[in-house]
């Protein structure tokens, strides 16, 4: 509910409330963040909050120990179909806001890396489903580290390819003009 606060300087104290339990939100809990952040304007920091929800989705999904549910109602099924529903739905525009500036990207991308660093096991953040043993967490945690690792170098490779595509496809000028505000803590 605190992510429904209209009121700005409530907003951000409720945001900055949340943040002090990072490391124990669920995926789902971050792609909300992220959207509520972009909304409120405060864009820089709904990317990087976007970022980290789909590092946490993969984690999440690479880390069960029945990946397979095949029908709505299981909780597995429906959590995945949730993140993937809120990837598709808020990722071209937090992407196309993002990739105004590759270089901004390049920093959440390690933001979000060593935030893993502090990533608990899934069994803690998502308690009634079940996972694979936290050795094996590391694994994919690793895994997924090294996917976006990749992300950052193709971004440093690609990054005039990656500029003249935005231009072309006409995303450059959508998403120019659209403003984003600071991210700070209210004073008391």
């Known amino acids: 509910k605190d992510f429904a606060i209209t009121d700005e300087k409530k907003f951000l104290e409720a945001i900055f409330k949340i943040k002090e ?11 909300i ?5 972009y909304d409120m304007e405060f864009r820089d920091e709904a990317v990087y909050w ?28 429906d959590l995945q179909k949730i993140q993937k529903d809120f990837f598709k739905g808020t990722g071209q ?3 196309g806001y993002a990739f105004r500036s590759l270089d901004k990207v390049g ?19 998502y308690p009634q ?3 694979v043993e936290p050795a094996k967490q590391k694994e994919i945690i690793q895994a997924t580290i ?5 992300v950052s170098g193709m971004l ?3 990054k005039d390819e990656i500029k003249k595509m935005r231009v072309d496809s006409g995303l450059d000028m959508k998403f120019t003009l659209i403003k984003n505000r600071e991210f700070l803590k209210p004073k008391e």
């Open 146 to 150: 090294d996917d976006l690792a990749k």
């Open 93 to 95: 525009y937090i992407n």
């Open 50 to 77: 976007f970022y980290s929800a789909q590092f946490r989705a993969k984690v999440y999904q690479g880390s069960l120990a029945q990946p397979k549910a095949e029908k709505m109602g299981d909780p597995i099924f």
């Open 33 to 37: 963040g992220a959207i509520r952040l």
């Open 21 to 31: 339990n990072w490391e124990n939100l669920t995926a789902e809990e971050l792609f």
């Open 156 to 158: 440093i490779e690609k």
């Open 107 to 125: 920093k959440v991308i390690e933001r979000v890396i060593k935030d893993s660093e502090k990533l608990p096991d899934m069994s803690k953040i």
């Open 129 to 131: 489903t079940t996972f």
